[in-house]
């Protein structure tokens, strides 16, 4: 074999075995040229800040979402606070969330001046166990902000019946459950307010920060309006303090683009997820149930132990992981004292065993094949690790 084809060799080797948690690249390919006209079209325009793109996704966004009205914003954690208070949650009250979320969640309860209560989880779904909801309401508790982690909605049946039974407002983190459906309605209208997050790695990703909420009550619309634009509803009217949160015309210009192509997007994350189920059966992975209502922003798997050794064996074959969450969050902190904290014994179990693997629109089969094989492989190489089972 010559030079050319030995490097031509290790060029497809490195290219067959270098898998990242997102491909952002194969996810835009199909739609490349459509973004790029779009941005292009934005940048001569002259007009960068709540123009025409801002309110045609609005709209889009909520007939999609099924919801009567929806406010953009400048990210997901903008998204939480603006539904908080427009909920009218402030200093003094508390509110139950989950254990196991990304901190934003938590950040956001602290940032509208109330109190996060938090509650373990179901070791299955890694959402809020609504038992333990119940559980754990206080005398203060005015709301439950829940999330549907990884892409997966939330046991909504039954925590709406323990808010109506205890007064709760209820109020959704969507952030990675964009285009998820409980029995075939969007989550976000479920609660008072939704609060949805376009990090470009987020199912609906941008590129760059951009947040949206939803609501289908008039007057909670009106309240996220005029607070994300410095609490104003006329031009240098100023109702309340509010943010400066907006939404800038390029992110909704191309998030329109990337809107038109969601559902196929998910689609795809369900057959990746599919394939995964298919090469990981068998195995001592446990991993997500076939969920039709799932759009899988992660597929994250549960090992029976040694963890953190599988991650660094993957990442030396050149496939990435990550871990969704390292710390419950009565572990964090910044919540230290701060948060009303129960046991949390499932969250800090999950923690410690839970392995998100690649997953986004684009990837093939056969790579979902090579992290499933790779996995078991480093498994199995280290069997002495795999001697006691985490459930
Ligand atoms: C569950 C959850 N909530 C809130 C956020 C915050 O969103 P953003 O990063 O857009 O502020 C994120 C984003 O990572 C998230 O995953």
């Not at 270098?18 to 325009?45: F, G, N, Y």
């Not at 196991?100 to 001046?113: K, N």
């Not at 309401?137 to 046991?155: K, M, N």
């Not at 709406?160 to 075939?184: K, P, T």
């Amino acid at each position: 074999m010559n030079q050319k084809s030995m490097n031509q060799k290790s060029m497809n080797q490195k290219s067959i075995n270098t898998i990242p948690m997102v491909d952002v690249q194969a996810w835009h390919r199909p739609i490349q040229a459509q973004l790029e006209k779009k941005a292009l079209k934005v940048l001569r325009s002259g007009r960068f800040i709540m123009g025409k793109e801002v309110a045609f996704f609005e709209q889009e966004a909520a007939d999609y979402l099924g919801a009567r009205y929806a406010i953009s914003c400048a990210n997901g954690t903008d998204a939480l606070i603006l539904a908080l208070q427009a909920a009218g949650i402030g200093p003094g009250d508390e509110v139950l969330t989950t254990g196991f979320t990304f901190f934003a969640t938590a950040e956001a309860i602290m940032q509208s001046g109330a109190t996060p209560v938090l509650v373990d989880i179901d070791s299955e779904t890694f959402n809020i166990d609504p038992v333990e909801l119940e559980g754990s309401i206080t005398s203060r508790c005015r709301a439950v902000l829940l999330v549907h982690l990884f892409g997966l909605p939330a046991a909504l049946s039954e925590i709406q019946a323990v808010c109506d039974r205890h007064g709760l407002i209820l109020l959704e983190d969507c952030a990675q459950s964009f285009g998820a459906s409980y029995h075939s309605r969007k989550t976000g209208n479920f609660g008072l307010l939704g609060a949805f997050s376009f990090f470009p790695s987020k199912n609906l990703g941008g590129f760059g920060d951009g947040g949206l909420v939803i609501t289908n009550q008039l007057k909670a619309a009106e309240m996220v309006r005029k607070l994300r634009n410095h609490g104003s509803s006329s031009q240098y009217h100023h109702d309340c303090p509010g943010y400066n949160s907006r939404l800038d015309e390029i992110q909704a210009a191309l998030l329109r683009v990337k809107l038109q192509h969601i559902e196929a997007f998910n689609a795809q994350r369900q057959q990746v997820a599919q394939w995964y189920r298919e090469f990981l059966s068998g195995s001592e992975v446990l991993f997500p149930q076939h969920h039709h209502e799932h759009i899988f922003h992660q597929f994250t798997v549960v090992l029976p132990s040694g963890r953190d050794m599988v991650k660094k064996r993957l990442a030396e074959k050149g496939i990435a992981s990550a871990i969704y969450y390292p710390l419950p969050l009565n572990k964090q902190r910044a919540l230290a004292g701060i948060a009303v904290e129960h046991a949390l014994p499932v969250c800090g179990q999950l923690s410690e065993h839970c392995l998100s693997l690649p997953i986004y629109p684009g990837m093939t089969r056969s790579q979902t094949e090579t992290v499933a094989r790779t996995l078991i492989n480093v498994m199995d190489c280290q069997g002495s690790l795999y001697t006691q089972s985490a459930f």
